[in-house]
């Protein structure tokens, strides 16, 4: 078992559009399809709903509720991967989307954050994908296309996961324009 950590995943970018746009991105599945991994998100983005982040198949990869939402600013929803086995007995995570205009350009903060220590083996998967779909984000809203950029080998702990296997394919960012 990996070290335990509070640690909080942080990632900066700047994006060379709106807020709004931004937010739209952010909260529109007709954009998520083609930056996050061909995955889907549902929600009326209302503090207190629920939030989905749906596979490719259809199945649910992700859920959690809306803690905050004030578009085109802020979004923070809890985030409970229930994808993954060895996850589901965790704690849900806060991600935190915060949206700043600055100038001709928007700075996006993603923040994701764990109440309790999470051991480090864990937390790779994120830290692996997280870049891959901001970096998507911004170029889909910037050039209007999503870069293919395979996700890096997944960490020792999932790859005998049957429900990880099973959706690995859609994890390429190959064919998702």
């Not at 207190?48 to 979004?75: T, Y």
């Not at 996850?87 to 991600?95: G, R």
């Not at 990880?164 to 324009?177: A, G, K, M, N, Y």
């Amino acid at each position: 078992m990996g070290k335990a950590t509070t640690q909080e995943t942080v990632y900066v970018t700047y994006i060379a559009t709106t807020p709004e746009k931004c937010w739209g991105a952010l909260t529109a599945s007709e954009f998520t399809t083609q930056y996050f991994f061909g995955h889907r998100v549902e929600s009326d983005w209302k503090r207190g709903s629920e939030w989905i982040l749906r596979s490719p198949d259809g199945s649910v990869d992700v859920r959690g509720k809306i803690v905050e939402a004030d578009p085109p600013r802020k979004l923070m929803v809890t985030w409970i991967l229930e994808s993954v086995e060895a996850f589901k007995n965790l704690p849900e995570a806060i991600v935190t989307y915060e949206i700043e205009p600055m100038g001709e350009v928007v700075r996006l903060t993603m923040t994701e954050s764990h109440p309790t220590p999470i051991p480090e083996h864990l937390l790779e998967g994120g830290r692996a994908g997280w870049p891959i779909i901001l970096c998507g984000l911004k170029s889909l809203l910037e050039t209007g296309r999503v870069p293919k950029i395979p996700m890096p080998q997944p960490p020792n702990h999932r790859t005998h996961d049957p429900q990880f296997i099973r959706t690995l394919p859609s994890l390429l960012v190959d064919d998702i324009q």
